[in-house]
């Protein structure tokens, strides 16, 4: 695991973006000043300023010619 400030995609930016802003729904402290009331535009402010960041999972290499058990194959 690795924790990150950049996104590697828009899909990933709208996705913490989401999750900061439903913290901050259910009760979360707003880690600054933000101009607007709303949960979604202070979450984009709070990543915009470098307040918020993301754990980005590796994703496992699956090796061909591992050991597996034969998968019956039906015809």
């Known amino acids: 695991m ?3 400030q950049d996104f590697d995609s828009n899909f990933r930016y709208v996705i913490v973006a989401a999750r900061r802003a439903r913290q901050l729904q259910n ?3 707003p880690l600054l000043l933000s ?3 709303k949960a979604s535009k202070i979450a984009q402010h ?5 307040l918020v960041a993301h754990v980005r999972h590796e ?3 699956i090796k061909p010619g591992f ?3 034969e998968i019956p194959r039906f015809v």
């Open 59 to 61: 994703t496992p290499v």
């Open 46 to 50: 709070e990543i915009k300023a470098g």
């Open 2 to 4: 690795k924790l990150e």
């Open 35 to 37: 101009p607007s009331s």
């Open 27 to 29: 009760g979360s402290t």
């Open 67 to 69: 050991d597996a058990p």
